[in-house]
Nanobody
Framework: VQLQASGGGWVQAGGSLRLTCAASESTFSGYRMAWFRQVTGKEREFVATISANGGTTSYTDSVKGRFTISRDNRKNTGSLEMSSLKPEDTAVYYC??????????????????WGQGTLVTVSS
């Protein structure tokens, strides 16, 4: 599965952005999807995950209440709606898919396919 992440950009603190992850094939619907982010020089960080059927979501504490992960399996797409953005949200955001169970879904090693990343910059 090839993934294409898009939607990153520059935004002022308090603003919103919507990231999209487009998959190349319908097998996307059988995978858990997640968003990770990475700042240069730091490890890749889990942001959010959604189950294959979209029924279960999970977020890292720092984005709860501000970010919403979703997916549309009919369109082979996933998204991350980000609001109330903070400068500390600045990072390259990656979408990924895999067959991780929920208990292991925050581990980047559980994901098989990755998008190329999209840069989000939040200015103060």
């Amino acid at each position: 599965v090839q993934l294409q992440a898009s939607g990153g950009g520059w935004v002022q603190a308090g603003g919103s952005l919507r990231l999209t992850c487009a998959a190349s094939e319908s097998t996307f619907s059988g995978y858990r999807m997640a968003w990770f982010r990475q700042v240069t020089g730091k490890e890749r960080e889990f942001v959010a995950t959604i189950s294959a059927n979209g029924g279960t979501t999970s977020y890292t504490d720092s984005v709860k209440g501000r970010f919403t992960i979703s997916r549309d399996n009919r369109k082979n797409t996933g998204s991350l709606e980000m609001s109330s953005l903070k400068p500390e949200d600045t990072a390259v955001y990656y979408c990924a898919v895999g067959r991780a169970i929920l208990s292991a879904s925050r581990d980047s090693r559980m994901y098989l396919y990755w998008g190329q990343g999209t840069l989000v910059t939040v200015s103060s």
